[in-house]
């Protein structure tokens, strides 16, 4: 079954600090790996996006690394501030039939408080 | 560029009501999707689109009916609103499946 996993599901952490969350996913054949932000009361938006050979990709503070080996992801976050505070969706795409099918995980919850 | 919009923001209707949750796109992307977001899920496919023309059934689309008659527009319709319909609706879109989706504000709806 296609499947992607986060954990963990919530986390609270002091503005300045560092955080990483964790994305494991079954979905096969892979395709591509996306890290979602969304805001609360708004519509995701794309972080960065990671094929079968990358193993690492930044943006600007946000770092994702990718093993597809192990079929684990991660998203490192640098020096959080508190517009970080959001749900962190992982992505995974796989090729099916022709075209691309994506199955989403359920989101980390993150809050960075003063 | 005004990128995905939703209408309306929020709705509440009654059992059995039936309504239509509005999407536009003016990046002339081919590809549209509807997702419905519920809580402790992920975010799950309802219909998508390739072109214009061309729609077809995502995970759950039971009780939803999209048309795709211009690149821009892309309504979904309730047909009879059930509680279990009750959640939140983004619309995205995309070059093509494959490439980063662009997500609408959202619709909630509740169906009391």
């Known amino acids: 079954k296609n499947q992607v996993e986060q954990s963990p599901q919530s986390l609270i952490i002091l503005e300045g600090k560092n955080c990483t969350l964790q994305?494991?996913?079954?979905?096969?054949?892979?395709?591509?790996l996306r890290w979602y932000k969304q805001d609360t009361g708004r519509g995701p938006v794309s972080l960065t996006i990671?094929?079968?050979?990358?193993n690492t990709k930044s943006n600007g503070r946000y770092t994702a690394t990718l093993d597809a080996d192990t079929k684990q992801s991660s998203l490192h976050i640098t020096a959080s501030q508190l517009s970080d505070s959001a749900s962190y969706i992982c992505v995974v795409s796989r090729h099916s039939g022709g075209y691309q099918k994506v199955t989403f995980g359920i989101g980390t919850k993150l809050q960075v408080i003063p | 560029n005004a990128g995905v919009t939703q209408t309306p923001k929020f709705q509440v209707l009654k059992t059995g009501q039936s309504m239509t949750l509005q999407c536009a796109q003016d990046?002339?992307?081919?590809?549209m999707s509807w997702y419905r977001q519920d809580p402790g899920m992920g975010l799950r496919l309802i219909h998508y689109?390739?072109?214009?023309?061309?729609?077809d059934q995502g995970e759950v689309p039971n009780g939803y009916n999209v048309s795709r008659s211009t690149t821009e527009d892309f309504p979904l319709r309730l047909l009879s609103a059930a509680p279990s319909q009750t959640s939140v609706y983004f619309c995205a879109s995309s070059y093509a499946a494959s490439d980063t989706q662009y997500f609408g504000p959202g619709t909630r709806l509740t169906v009391l």
């Open positions: 689109s390739v072109g214009a023309g061309i729609t």
């Open positions: 994305c494991n996913y079954t979905v096969s054949p892979f395709s591509n």
């Open positions: 990046m002339n992307h081919e590809y």
């Open positions: 990671m094929t079968f050979s990358e």
